[in-house]
Nanobody
Framework: QVQLVESGGGLVQAGGSLRLSCAAS????????MGWYRQAPGKQRELVAT???????NYADTVKGRFTISKDNAKTTVVLQMNSLKPEDTAVYYC????????WGQGTQVTVSS
């Protein structure tokens, strides 16, 4: 089992930045992939960015060049640095970790005002 706790959401103006953190605990040694997803009202949950245990990253086209995902070597924390935020980035952001199946955090609200 893996437990995930997100932090760092909030309200920011368009063009601003936010930094989301996800602290993992439990069976972290078996984590293959960690990442961030988001869900806006009335929309399906979508991929934002992922990072493998080896450090390979993947981004949604909508955030490439603006968001950066990183992790510490102990695989206990994954960070999403979000720059040049747009109103369409407004959503609940969820941390995810794959250990056999996908574990989810409780989510953190990000609101970008125009």
């Amino acid at each position: 089992q893996v437990q995930l706790v997100e932090s760092g959401g909030g309200l920011v103006q368009a063009g601003g930045s936010l930094r989301l953190s996800c602290a993992a605990s439990g069976s972290i040694g078996n984590i293959n992939v960690m990442g961030w997803y988001r869900q806006a009202p009335g929309k399906q949950r979508e991929l934002v960015a992922t990072i493998t245990s080896g450090g390979s990253t993947n981004y949604a086209d909508t955030v490439k060049g603006r968001f950066t995902i990183s992790k510490d070597n102990a695989k206990t924390t994954v960070v999403l640095q979000m720059n040049s935020l747009k109103p369409e980035d407004t959503a609940v952001y969820y941390c995810a970790a794959v250990v056999g199946y996908t574990h989810w955090g409780q989510g953190t609200q990000v609101t970008v005002s125009s």
